[in-house]
């Protein structure tokens, strides 16, 4: 793969025919997944909706990701209500930035406010202004500009005017060609970060090794290398999941570094001295992680999502594997599920016989589904916010999953709020964002993800026990909530079969 030479980076819906509408079971996805319904021509890709509630713009998953850079000023170049989403984790990002530097600043962004006037004569000026102001008033490393739909639709020509600025400031310019009509498939977002990623800050090391030339053998220095993982944190994964990964991978004898998340522009150039680079999403990387093998020739693994015992079990294997560590890993793989099992066995009567949604993005919602099923619980149905290939290896930890439904919607509450009345599970186990309106339905939540909590791993596997557990036992919040107040819908939508609007 190698798409460096472009300007911006296809649609997943091009590159993987991604399928962001379907309707039927878990099942008949899986023959679809089997027939090759993602590749070229599929049918599946094909899918639509005659109506859709609402969408995922990839220009706000995107500054979800460039937010947490440390050393950088992120422009916003479009309207000032693009991005307006950031407000909703400066407090999240400021924190967890300072748990890698605690002299991390928080986010710093400026908008370009494009109006009326700038559609009609361009947003060009506006954009100089800001990179100019940028440079001057906050010294920044690095200036990272997001381009916007309305940019892109007058026709600015970002590219040439931010080569031209890099003439006149100290910071390296990023460009982010991200605008949010572009793609139905908002997961496009971390291949349009990845690129300007991949374009301006992975280069070889030349100051690092300088530096250790002169203080390590070079033997040394070799063998640390052979002994290096990267892992890709997007930001779906908290700072105890990442801790906890490195202590799994430590455990077997691997030193471990996470980007691009609460990195710094420095840490990519040193991220090319590893001899693995290793996804817990494919998803998120593989278009980081294809050309980092393409151009640098670093191996990686894309597999399984390290959430749930099986799941983390096969991951920590395929890891292993790469560096001939399969027996250590097996031991401690032994160990860490004899730890476990005793400390959640007191939890399972809380579970047993309950009926679980879940909703959110694919690999997540599956891999969870594995902790579902390991306490007795039974999966009533998923809605996925995308499905393309990846999904494949996260289906082998799951039994009996044949007949569950699945509805794949990128938001869409509607079909949910539908589905969830027909279902009638005990838990919901949905996306933060979505909760607001899942919460009505007055049955306890449990956040698929949490920027603070431990999901991964063996003690994330505990971490959800213990706090599940806890959910169930006081839903008292969600039950007066649905008593006060309503879903929008009307009964005759509830009457209707959920997947009216999907045309395959
Ligand atoms: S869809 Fe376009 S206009 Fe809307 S927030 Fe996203 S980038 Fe801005």
Not at 98 to 116: F, H, K, M, V, Y
Not at 183 to 205: E, Q, W
Not at 270 to 290: K, M, P, Q
Request: proline share 4%.
């Amino acid at each position: 793969m190698n798409y460096l030479d472009a300007i911006s980076v296809p649609g997943r819906e091009d590159r993987h025919k991604t399928n962001t509408a379907f309707g039927g079971t878990s099942g008949k996805m899986k023959s679809c997944l089997k027939n090759g319904c993602f590749g070229k021509d599929g049918c599946l890709n094909l899918s639509s909706r005659s109506f859709s509630q609402t969408h995922g713009c990839q220009f706000n998953l995107s500054l979800g990701m460039l937010n947490s850079i440390r050393k950088a000023v992120i422009i916003k170049h479009g309207p000032v209500g693009c991005g307006i989403s950031s407000m909703g984790n400066i407090g999240v990002n400021k924190t967890l930035k300072q748990l890698r530097d605690p002299l991390a600043e928080g986010s710093i962004w400026i908008s370009t406010n494009l109006d009326e006037a700038d559609v009609i004569g361009g947003g060009e000026k506006k954009l100089r202004e800001a990179v100019l102001f940028a440079d001057k008033e906050f010294r920044p490393e690095t200036i990272i500009v997001t381009n916007g739909c309305v940019p892109a639709l007058i026709g600015d020509d970002v590219d040439n005017i931010l080569n031209d600025l890099q003439e006149q400031v100290a910071a390296v310019i990023v460009p982010i060609h991200c605008e949010g009509f572009k793609t139905k498939v908002m997961a496009t977002a971390y291949d349009a970060v990845y690129h300007g990623i991949l374009k301006k800050f992975v280069r070889l090391p030349e100051r690092e090794e300088f530096i250790v030339e002169r203080d390590l053998d070079e033997m040394e220095r070799q063998y640390r290398i052979s002994r290096n993982v990267n892992i890709f944190n997007v930001g779906s994964m908290s700072r105890p999941d990442e801790l906890e990964l490195q202590r799994i991978l430590t455990g077997i004898g691997l030193n471990v570094r996470f980007i691009p998340c609460y990195a710094e522009p420095d840490d990519f150039q040193y991220a090319l001295e590893t001899s693995l680079n290793v996804s817990i999403c494919g998803t998120h990387d593989d278009y980081f992680v294809e050309h980092l093998k393409t151009k640098y020739d670093i191996p990686f693994v894309i597999d399984t999502i390290p959430i749930g015992r099986k799941n983390t079990d096969r991951w920590v294997l395929k890891i292993a594997e790469n560096f001939g560590l399969e027996k250590e890993a097996q031991r401690f793989i032994a160990e860490e599920n004899r730890i476990l099992e005793a400390s959640i066995d007191k939890y399972r009567n809380v579970f047993k016989g309950k009926k679980v949604f879940l909703a959110g993005g694919e690999v997540r919602i599956i891999a969870t589904a594995e902790i579902i099923q390991d306490l007795g619980m039974e999966v009533v149905g998923f809605k996925a916010h995308h499905f393309d290939q990846f999904i494949e290896p996260i289906f082998e930890a799951l039994e009996n999953i044949d007949d569950v439904v699945i509805d794949v919607a990128t938001n869409q509450p509607f079909e949910q709020a539908n589905l969830v009345k027909r279902l009638k599970p005990d838990i919901l186990i949905t996306h933060v964002g979505g909760n607001n309106i899942a919460a009505k339905h007055g049955l306890p939540i449990f956040p698929l993800f949490g920027p603070a909590y431990n999901y991964m791993g063996y003690s994330g596997v505990f971490e959800i026990v213990r706090r599940l557990a806890r959910v169930i036992r006081n839903n008292q919040f969600n039950k007066n909530l649905a008593e006060n107040t309503e879903l929008p819908y009307k009964k005759e939508w509830y009457d209707k079969d959920p997947f009216t609007y999907i045309k395959e």
